[in-house]
T-cell receptor
């Protein structure tokens, strides 16, 4: 199995809702990532989990809350989002996290969740 | 501050022609990635360049890395319509506390039949 899966594919939510995005990989990768991508813009790194521990939080607002229940799963909990948070949210994984001198290998991206906040 | 600059940002070219996309970055790194993204789709990994002088080729695409010049190139040979997509380079810095992956703005490549 060489793919990263994400659910749901599309999500529409109001500003008072609580929802979660899910990501799963079964490649034995030890690093998982959340990116946000606005239309016609490059992806922006949000969070990195390395060996199931949060290693990077790129100053993301607290209305985004990541969770890594185990090495194969990554969640992004959403609460009280704003319309400007509407974007494509991409999950990725890599074999090695890249910290402490280890080389980060290529990242495999999931298909993304297209989020619309009303 | 780490900056990653791609150029051109938009490229329209005829089938059969050759062209090069450039990716310049502003700080030391010896790891650089190239990705392809089709409209409405996710990112597909094309190349992983992990050392100075690295050169990788896949079909009509060839990528290289010059860490001294802080420059990577993605060369397209005899372009075909199927290569139309947006191409991103991404620079990886993870050898110190400042652990970042920064993407260039992307090059939208449109190949005319």
């Amino acid at each position: 199995d060489t793919e990263v899966t994400q659910t749901p594919k599309h999500l529409v939510m109001g500003m008072t809702n609580k929802k979660s995005l899910k990501c799963e990989q079964h490649m034995g990768h030890r690093a998982m990532y959340w990116y946000k991508q606005k239309a016609k813009k490059p992806p922006e790194l949000m969070f990195v989990y390395s060996y199931e521990k949060l290693s990077i939080n790129e100053s993301v607002p607290s209305r985004f809350s990541p969770e890594c229940p185990n090495s194969s799963l990554l969640n992004l909990h959403l609460h009280a989002l704003q319309p400007e948070d509407s974007a494509l949210y991409l999950c990725a994984s890599s074999q090695d996290p890249g910290a402490s001198g280890r080389v980060r290998n290529e990242q495999f991206f999931g298909p993304g969740t297209r989020l619309t906040v009303l | 501050e780490l900056k990653v600059e791609q150029n051109p940002l938009f490229l329209s070219m005829q089938e059969g022609k050759n062209y090069t996309i450039y990716c310049n970055y502003s700080t030391t790194s010896d790891r650089l990635y190239w990705y392809r993204q089709d409209p409405g789709k996710s990112l597909e990994s094309l190349f992983v360049l992990l050392s100075n002088g690295a050169v990788k080729q896949e079909g009509r695409l060839m990528a290289s890395l010059d860490t001294k010049a802080r420059l990577s190139t993605l060369h397209i040979t005899a372009a075909v319509h199927d290569l139309s997509a947006t191409y991103f380079c991404a620079v990886d810095i993870s050898l110190n506390r400042d652990d970042k992956i920064i993407f260039g703005k992307g090059t939208r490549l449109h190949i005319l039949p």
